[in-house]
């Protein structure tokens, strides 16, 4: 039986799609590759075993779903969010510390890994903010700037450099500098600790604030505020604030730079409007008309 040929893989393959999705199935087929490995057998990739690879490839072309990426949380998104919240006063407490970590991650691009811990197993467990990777400060403009050091990333998970991202203050209720200043001194905590804190009833001492907390009280108060809490997740505030930037032509390697993207995945964000779409047709029909008698 072992190693497992590839006519009999494609035999397994054909006969687990009747009753497997393809995402489960190709599960199936790496847990054969670990036992082959375990066992010290050969197992070659599935890109040179071409029986199997097409079998797999017609499995997810009848079955397959395609992807469906959650919605970017955009900045008339988080106007929505602060309007309702509001209503009744200002926003304080566990609310207020969601709310600014939202702002937080839009605005600096953030992967949810650099706004709160969560996956103590991950490869790059440990990337969250600190309380001392924050530093205030005043630009030669006057301007008010919060400088953020991201010592580890999904992208930088040995932690061979820092990257410092900046938030400038911009006055009113989404301001980040404003509403992480207020965050810090409201939840006092060591420099070690991490960023985001929520406070415990009864007075307990603050504690982290886990993924599970920030995305369960965020869709919350998306719900509250009448959105689709099922269409956003922790990732929809990296898109939005990706999308944003291209909206407003800042220009790609700034974007690139500043989300800490190695790679062209950062394309993705680039969602084109109608206006953006015509840009081209535009171009075009100037030029035939200068062709014109």
């Known amino acids: 039986m072992f190693p497992a040929s590839d006519s009999a893989l494609q035999e397994f393959v054909a006969f687990q799609s009747q009753s497997c999705a393809y995402g489960t199935l190709k599960n199936y087929i790496y847990g054969v590759r670990e036992y082959h490995l375990a066992q010290g057998l050969p197992f070659a990739p599935l890109a040179e075993r071409v029986g199997v690879y097409w079998a797999l490839k017609g499995v997810r072309r009848v079955h397959g779903r395609p992807s469906q990426p959650k919605q970017a949380l955009t900045f008339e998104v988080l106007q929505q969010v602060h309007r309702h919240a509001t209503q009744h006063g200002p926003l304080e407490g566990d609310e207020h510390t969601v709310f600014t970590a939202m702002l937080v991650g839009?605005?600096?691009?953030?992967?949810?890994?650099?706004?709160?811990?969560?996956?103590?197993?991950?490869?790059?467990?440990?990337?969250?903010?600190?309380?001392?990777?924050?530093?205030?400060?005043?630009?030669?403009?006057?301007?008010?700037?919060?400088?953020?050091?991201?010592?580890?990333?999904?992208?930088?998970?040995?932690?061979?450099?820092?990257?410092?991202?900046?938030?400038?203050?911009?006055?009113?209720?989404?301001?980040?500098?404003?509403?992480?200043?207020?965050?810090?001194?409201?939840?006092?905590?060591?420099?070690?600790?991490?960023?985001?804190?929520?406070?415990?009833?009864?007075?307990?001492?603050?504690?982290?604030?886990?993924?599970?907390?920030?995305?369960a009280r965020m869709k919350r108060m998306l719900g509250a505020a009448g959105l689709e809490p099922a269409r956003f997740a922790g990732h929809s505030l990296r898109r939005g604030g990706a999308t944003l930037a291209f909206r407003l032509g800042c220009a790609r390697h700034l974007i690139q730079a500043h989300g800490d993207?190695?790679?062209?995945?950062?394309?993705?964000?680039?969602?084109?409007?109608?206006?953006?779409?015509?840009?081209l047709p535009r171009a075009l029909a100037r030029f035939v008309a200068t062709l014109r008698p």
């Open 106 to 215: 839009m605005f600096g691009l953030l992967r949810k890994d650099n706004l709160c811990p969560g996956k103590t197993r991950a490869a790059h467990a440990g990337a969250h903010l600190r309380r001392g990777d924050v530093a205030f400060g005043t630009l030669a403009d006057g301007t008010k700037v919060a400088w953020l050091r991201l010592r580890r990333s999904k992208t930088n998970q040995f932690g061979e450099r820092a990257l410092l991202v900046p938030l400038l203050e911009i006055g009113g209720p989404l301001c980040p500098v404003t509403a992480l200043r207020k965050h810090m001194a409201d939840v006092v905590a060591p420099p070690d600790s991490p960023l985001f804190m929520a406070k415990p009833a009864g007075g307990r001492r603050p504690v982290a604030m886990t993924h599970r907390f920030f995305v």
């Open 261 to 279: 993207w190695l790679s062209d995945v950062v394309d993705r964000y680039n969602e084109m409007g109608p206006e953006a779409r015509l840009v």
